[in-house]
């Protein structure tokens, strides 16, 4: 409480902020402060209480390498070409020369470094950094861990014991590492930029003892998905049904139709709560470190996820989809000296992409390249109710690989861990979704995917293969059983217009994304 009241006394701004940047990874807004009361997140329900909640945040490509290219670079999806696993950024046409987010801050003189996973595994981008990141190895579940009962995915989660093989997890190491970056910062002499990104709540919930699921969320506190089945009339690219593809691993989800036991749901829920949990502990840590070195006052904080997450709800239980769940994500920032901003929440439509150019306005930073995309959204620190940003609609989007006649369900879906290690010009690349985020309303169309092209387009937009449209008029961002996602109108004779009109301002939007 003493931390939220010193907040709202006037800071004078600095001249040159610092910018501590917290990441998490698969973390949809499970948290406190988005209204998720069952939820043990004091730290960042802290830190939103003392900065600005983004209601409507986005990423642009709901799963993890394509996403980080992104807003690391400052660059849409099919700007970076880094649709995948396989290629970054720097492999893009102009791609060598772009200058990232952090690299801005670089070349203004800062010190700039990271930890744990900020840019994707094997993916990091030293041209970023003054000094060397630390980009920690994943550690999985070991000889030793707590893990599920038997009829559960075994890999879904697991808790460190005394007996574990490795003692420790690799957010301890991660933690370690980015708090030595934090002091060597402070003792720089130099305005500063220290990234730190987490692994949880990412698979395996990998978590210690006192943060086990059922010590943190016992009993019946943990409640099944409202609407545990996937739309009807969805087409059949839209989703992501198959164990092999998903991120949970339970064998029961393998079509459309099939859907994880309620007992079953229940507990994979459980435990990744606790891994939210866990990755607040961890966040808290660095936040603390920020008070500890007399920089929480004139340090820029930005929190949030690389994409969200689905834990049952319309049958999914992963990212990977263009669904609100698997796109929405927790986006919080504190400028303490935006004092309008203070414990507010903003309904403006921000996108991963709008960071770059966001932090620089904050920062009061500029020489930003042509080619950097996305829209300052600083204004709403000034006023988190303006109006400025009212049309402005979030895009992402997702491939689909591999899609054809599954024997165990009789039915057509695709595979290969939505293109993840797919090349763009390979016949196994079959689709691309796009999907719109207005005020209103989430439209998504699938369009064929050209592998044969030459040119940096690969869409065919000529004949769209399915669509989906969702009402999400009264939608707060803080229900995940929201109604309105469950229920795809895209095919009932009274939307067709609205249908045609926002499918017109998608295509205008994605021919201009590159």
């Not at 007996?163 to 370690?176: A, N």
Request: glycine share 6%; hydrophobic share 35%; with cysteine.
């Amino acid at each position: 409480m003493l931390t939220v009241l010193s907040s709202m006394l006037a800071v004078t701004p600095p001249t040159r902020p610092n910018v501590l940047h917290l990441v998490a990874d698969d973390l949809r807004p499970q948290l406190g402060c988005y209204g998720q009361s069952e939820m043990k997140t004091p730290n960042l329900d802290e830190l939103a209480a003392t900065g600005l909640v983004f209601s409507h945040a986005y990423t642009n490509f709901a799963y993890c390498a394509p996403s980080r290219n992104s807003f690391m670079s400052g660059r849409r999806p099919d700007r970076t070409r880094a649709l995948n696993f396989l290629t970054t950024f720097r492999m893009a046409p102009g791609g060598e020369d772009w200058v990232t987010m952090p690299q801005l801050f670089k070349n203004a003189g800062y010190f700039t470094s990271s930890a744990g996973k900020v840019y994707h595994d094997h993916m990091d981008d030293p041209a970023s950094w003054t000094y060397p990141s630390n980009q920690t190895k994943w550690i999985s579940c070991q000889e030793g861990d707590i893990r599920p009962a038997a009829g559960l995915s075994q890999h879904a989660f697991c808790g460190v014991t005394n007996e574990s093989k490795i003692t420790y997890t690799d957010e301890d190491l991660i933690l370690h590492e980015g708090l030595k970056r934090m002091e060597l910062a402070h003792e720089s002499g130099k305005p500063w930029w220290v990234s730190i990104g987490v692994h949880r709540p990412h698979v395996s919930f990998r978590v210690p003892a006192g943060f086990y699921g059922n010590e943190l969320y016992p009993g019946d506190v943990v409640k099944p998905p409202k609407h545990p089945e996937a739309p009807s009339d969805l087409p059949f690219m839209a989703g992501n049904w198959d164990y092999k593809s998903d991120d949970i691993g339970d064998s029961h989800h393998h079509c459309q139709a099939c859907t994880v036991p309620t007992q079953n749901a229940i507990e994979y829920r459980r435990w990744y709560y606790a891994a939210v949990t866990w990755t607040d502990h961890n966040m808290g840590l660095a936040l603390q470190k920020l008070k500890d070195l007399g920089e929480y006052d004139n340090t820029i904080v930005m929190f949030h996820a690389d994409h969200g997450w689905q834990l049952g709800e319309l049958n999914e239980w992963s990212k990977k989809t263009n669904t609100e769940l698997a796109t929405h994500i927790p986006m919080l920032i504190r400028v303490p000296w935006k004092t309008n901003s203070i414990g507010k929440k903003t309904n403006v439509r921000m996108e991963l992409v709008d960071l770059y150019r966001t932090v620089a306005d904050l920062a009061g930073l500029t020489n930003i390249q042509d080619s950097v995309q996305g829209k300052s959204v600083a204004a709403a620190l000034d006023d988190p109710s303006t109006t400025v940003f009212e049309e402005k609609a979030a895009f992402s989007q997702i491939g689909r690989c591999q899609c054809q006649k599954q024997d165990m369900s009789n039915t057509v879906q695709c595979g290969l861990s939505a293109c993840g290690r797919v090349p763009l010009n390979d016949t196994d690349f079959n689709f691309m979704g796009y999907t719109m985020r207005t005020k209103d309303y989430r439209y998504t169309t699938w369009v064929s995917w050209d592998y044969k092209s030459s040119d940096l387009f690969n869409a065919s937009w000529e004949y769209p293969n399915g669509h989906e449209l969702y009402n999400l008029t009264t939608d707060t961002g803080m229900d995940f059983d929201y109604d309105g996602y469950s229920v795809n109108l895209a095919y009932e004779p009274g939307y067709q217009s609205l249908v045609q009109q926002l499918h017109q301002q998608l295509k205008d939007a994605v021919m201009k994304m590159h």
